[in-house]
């Protein structure tokens, strides 16, 4: 008798993820944009890496907000104080305008209300730091064409189900956002191959994030 | 406010081992303490332990604040063969969350209590007698004012850190109120910058239940023996709100206590396993605890509110320059998250250094005590009190040399030859 086969599987062609800047890229460009000895919250701080940096170097008081009890608990181990949060549900216990800056680093698009969590950072701080994958890159685009086949990104390779991921947009569509949200894009810092490229052309196309300065109106 | 819902503490080889409760006595004629109700009172004996070793800059002491009816013995045995080791000997010893290798650990029998420190039972040294009810009234701000003596008279001029639950947090909150300089760190659990109404109305039961029991005699029934039947209740009851719904089921369920089936007998009072348990509590209670110390501390605990004697939580904490760790639990309803983040707003609208979480534990308001807990309790508090404890070096690596007021004071304490 014939042992059940496994059946073929059909090799799906390699699927193009956009790269994540690397976490030291976008440490890097973030310092970059936060004057020192400022007040600063990093939303998603994980274990506090970007703040330690912030604290020791740049003479900053920090504040990191995390869900996840075994990253507040790498952050306590670096000093970092940190409050546990869930950013879905806003940040109630932060008073108005108690930060120069508040982060967040490629989480937007995984929280429920994106809009709600910019809103809250300019309301706790007077600039909001945020990076956010561009699914407006060629690749993705040519994927989308070629294959039919929705974006992923690299350091977040979840099928389309099963994916933190829960928003998909461009260099486009976040500049809509931000307008509709009444706030000013100081800055749009496209990421290219890893790199911060200031004047970048064809940014949208080009760019697997990008870093914006948001401020109140 | 030890429960002792789990199962008792074994000793797993990482034990402070023997320890023995010392005494002081503080507050002597004419420098007594002044209470928050006017009252003079002293001299005051207070009952205390101390484990591990006070380091040369004497810049490692934690000062642990008991719970309601707990007391100095937090860690160790007191024999060889003592059973029973102290309420907090899960966190407290060589590489647990107080490490001992590490830290030099007070734990002191708060004032109005009945394990040693002075309270409505001890002898009123003007009568000769018993203080009974004639005991002034006492807040937790007078129990904070008695802590820090202690660690004057210890030659401690500034602490690493106070930690405590309960009514231990609102201790460490109020010491970081009244005490600023004192603390470097504040570490509180399951608590909250005020009594709630629910605390407050459950408190009002177990008075009741003392005040009505007719072996109260207005407090001085030391000659005829306790209000069992009354400080019993007040027990009984205030126990089911340290613990939580899924714990009672979880360890009782609706098993019966002594039988496969129900009795259909309106007099049997202990059918079921968790009626035991709560008689037995309640007895035990009775045999150790003081049911005037009971109605002086519960009323201490009512009456603390800091937004009330400091003006809001933000004026009554921005005078320190401590860092907060505040931990809730998702269980506790007696103390609930709520009351933990209302804290931690005041703090950070303060701008304090505070750092928070709400743990997910079953045990309800006694999560801070359950030894199975206790691991990831320290995998918190450890790293917390080790970057303190850098950050209070780094500061101040030579007492001598900063030329800070504080640190000299610290240099003649410690008679540092110059």
Same mark, same amino acid.
């Given at each position: 008798?014939?042992?059940?086969?496994?059946?073929?599987?059909?090799?799906?062609?390699?699927?193009?993820?956009?790269?994540?800047?690397?976490?030291?890229?976008?440490?890097?460009?973030?310092?970059?944009?936060?004057?020192?000895?400022?007040?600063?919250?990093?939303?998603?701080?994980?274990?506090?890496?970007?703040?330690?940096?912030?604290?020791?170097?740049?003479?900053?008081?920090?504040?990191?907000?995390?869900?996840?009890?075994?990253?507040?608990?790498?952050?306590?181990?670096?000093?970092?104080?940190?409050?546990?949060?869930?950013?879905?549900?806003?940040?109630?216990?932060?008073?108005?305008?108690?930060?120069?800056?508040?982060?967040?680093?490629?989480?937007?698009?995984?929280?429920?209300?994106?809009?709600?969590?910019?809103?809250?950072?300019?309301?706790?701080?007077?600039?909001?730091?945020?990076?956010?994958?561009?699914?407006?890159?060629?690749?993705?685009?040519?994927?989308?064409?070629?294959?039919?086949?929705?974006?992923?990104?690299?350091?977040?390779?979840?099928?389309?189900?099963?994916?933190?991921?829960?928003?998909?947009?461009?260099?486009?569509?976040?500049?809509?956002?931000?307008?509709?949200?009444?706030?000013?894009?100081?800055?749009?810092?496209?990421?290219?191959?890893?790199?911060?490229?200031?004047?970048?052309?064809?940014?949208?196309?080009?760019?697997?994030?990008?870093?914006?300065?948001?401020?109140?109106? | 406010?030890?429960?002792?819902?789990?199962?008792?503490?074994?000793?797993?080889?990482?034990?402070?081992?023997?320890?023995?409760?010392?005494?002081?006595?503080?507050?002597?004629?004419?420098?007594?303490?002044? %209470?928050?109700?006017?009252? +003079?009172?002293?001299?005051?004996?207070?009952?205390?332990?101390?484990?591990?070793?006070?380091?040369?800059?004497?810049?490692?002491?934690?000062?642990?604040?008991?719970?309601?009816?707990?007391?100095?013995?937090?860690?160790?045995?007191?024999?060889?063969?003592?059973?029973?080791?102290?309420?907090?000997?899960?966190?407290?010893?060589?590489?647990?969350?107080?490490?001992?290798?590490?830290?030099?650990?007070?734990?002191?029998?708060?004032?109005?209590?009945?394990?040693?420190?002075?309270?409505?039972?001890?002898?009123?040294?003007?009568?000769?007698?018993?203080?009974?009810?004639?005991?002034?009234?006492?807040?937790?701000?007078?129990?904070?004012?008695?802590?820090?003596?202690?660690?004057?008279?210890?030659?401690?001029?500034?602490?690493?850190?106070?930690?405590?639950?309960?009514?231990?947090?609102?201790?460490?909150?109020?010491?970081?109120?009244?005490?600023?300089?004192?603390?470097?760190?504040?570490?509180?659990?399951?608590?909250?910058?005020?009594?709630?109404?629910?605390?407050?109305?459950?408190?009002?039961?177990?008075?009741?239940?003392?005040?009505?029991?007719?072996?109260?005699?207005?407090? @001085?029934?030391?000659?005829?023996? +306790? +209000?069992?039947?009354?400080?019993?209740?007040?027990?009984?009851?205030?126990?089911?709100?340290?613990?939580?719904?899924?714990?009672?089921?979880?360890?009782?369920?609706?098993?019966?206590?002594?039988? @496969?089936?129900?009795?259909?007998?309106?007099?049997?009072?202990?059918?079921?396993?968790?009626?035991?348990?709560?008689?037995?509590?309640?007895?035990?209670?009775?045999?150790?605890?003081?049911?005037?110390?009971?109605?002086?501390?519960?009323?201490?605990?009512?009456?603390?509110?800091?937004?009330?004697?400091?003006?809001?939580? @933000?004026?009554?904490?921005?005078?320190?320059?401590?860092?907060?760790?505040?931990?809730?639990?998702? %269980?506790?309803?007696?103390?609930?998250?709520?009351?933990?983040?209302?804290?931690?707003?005041?703090?950070?609208?303060?701008?304090?250094?505070?750092?928070?979480?709400?743990?997910?534990?079953?045990?309800?308001?006694?999560?801070?005590?359950?030894?199975?807990?206790?691991?990831?309790?320290?995998?918190?508090?450890?790293?917390?009190?080790?970057?303190?404890?850098?950050?209070?070096?780094?500061?101040?690596?030579?007492?001598?040399?900063?030329?800070?007021?504080?640190?000299? @004071?610290?240099?003649?304490?410690?008679?540092?030859?110059?």
């Amino acid at each position: 008798m014939k042992k059940s086969v496994e059946p073929k599987r059909k090799r799906t062609p390699a699927r193009y993820c956009i790269p994540d800047p690397s976490v030291a890229v976008t440490d890097t460009v973030i310092r970059a944009h936060i004057e020192p000895g400022s007040r600063v919250i990093d939303l998603g701080c994980a274990d506090g890496r970007l703040l330690e940096l912030l604290r020791d170097e740049h003479g900053c008081d920090v504040l990191g907000a995390e869900l996840d009890e075994e990253l507040i608990v790498g952050a306590i181990a670096r000093g970092v104080p940190v409050i546990q949060s869930d950013l879905d549900h806003g940040l109630p216990d932060l008073p108005d305008g108690s930060f120069d800056f508040a982060v967040l680093s490629q989480t937007l698009q995984q929280l429920r209300r994106p809009q709600d969590v910019l809103r809250e950072m300019l309301r706790v701080a007077r600039r909001a730091l945020v990076v956010v994958p561009n699914f407006g890159h060629w690749r993705v685009r040519l994927q989308l064409v070629t294959q039919g086949r929705a974006p992923v990104t690299s350091t977040l390779p979840y099928e389309w189900y099963d994916t933190p991921n829960l928003h998909v947009m461009s260099m486009h569509d976040f500049r809509e956002l931000a307008e509709k949200l009444r706030c000013r894009i100081v800055r749009e810092l496209p990421i290219i191959k890893g790199r911060a490229v200031d004047r970048a052309w064809a940014a949208n196309l080009r760019a697997e994030s990008v870093l914006y300065v948001l401020e109140r109106h | 406010m030890a429960s002792e819902f789990a199962e008792p503490h074994c000793s797993d080889g990482r034990s402070v081992g023997l320890v023995e409760t010392q005494s002081a006595t503080l507050f002597e004629p004419p420098d007594v303490l002044v %209470t928050e109700g006017r009252k +003079p009172l002293g001299p005051i004996t207070v009952a205390y332990e101390t484990y591990g070793e006070l380091s040369p800059g004497r810049d490692n002491a934690i000062f642990v604040c008991h719970a309601l009816t707990g007391d100095a013995h937090a860690a160790g045995v007191r024999s060889a063969d003592d059973r029973k080791p102290g309420w907090w000997d899960a966190f407290i010893g060589p590489g647990k969350g107080l490490d001992t290798d590490r830290y030099f650990v007070i734990c002191a029998n708060i004032l109005g209590g009945c394990q040693g420190t002075t309270g409505p039972s001890s002898i009123d040294p003007a009568t000769g007698r018993r203080f009974c009810t004639t005991f002034p009234f006492i807040t937790v701000g007078d129990i904070v004012a008695v802590h820090s003596k202690l660690v004057e008279h210890l030659g401690i001029d500034r602490l690493l850190a106070a930690i405590g639950g309960s009514l231990g947090g609102m201790q460490v909150l109020e010491w970081a109120a009244r005490f600023p300089k004192q603390l470097g760190a504040a570490v509180v659990l399951a608590s909250a910058a005020k009594l709630s109404a629910q605390g407050i109305a459950f408190n009002a039961v177990g008075k009741r239940a003392i005040l009505s029991d007719p072996g109260f005699k207005n407090g @001085e029934f030391y000659d005829d023996g +306790p +209000p069992r039947f009354g400080l019993a209740l007040a027990r009984m009851l205030a126990h089911i709100t340290y613990l939580s719904e899924a714990s009672i089921e979880r360890k009782f369920g609706r098993r019966l206590q002594n039988s @496969e089936r129900l009795a259909y007998e309106l007099l049997q009072e202990t059918e079921f396993q968790i009626e035991s348990y709560l008689h037995h509590q309640g007895k035990r209670f009775v045999e150790r605890f003081d049911a005037n110390s009971y109605l002086y501390l519960t009323r201490a605990m009512d009456y603390f509110n800091l937004a009330e004697s400091y003006g809001s939580i @933000e004026s009554a904490l921005s005078r320190t320059d401590a860092r907060f760790l505040v931990v809730s639990y998702t %269980t506790d309803w007696l103390f609930p998250t709520s009351q933990s983040k209302e804290l931690v707003r005041a703090l950070l609208a303060t701008r304090r250094d505070v750092t928070f979480l709400e743990l997910d534990s079953p045990y309800g308001h006694d999560s801070f005590l359950i030894p199975a807990d206790m691991d990831r309790l320290a995998s918190i508090v450890g790293p917390f009190l080790e970057r303190t404890q850098d950050a209070v070096r780094r500061r101040a690596p030579v007492p001598v040399a900063a030329g800070v007021p504080e640190a000299a @004071e610290v240099a003649a304490g410690a008679a540092a030859v110059m």
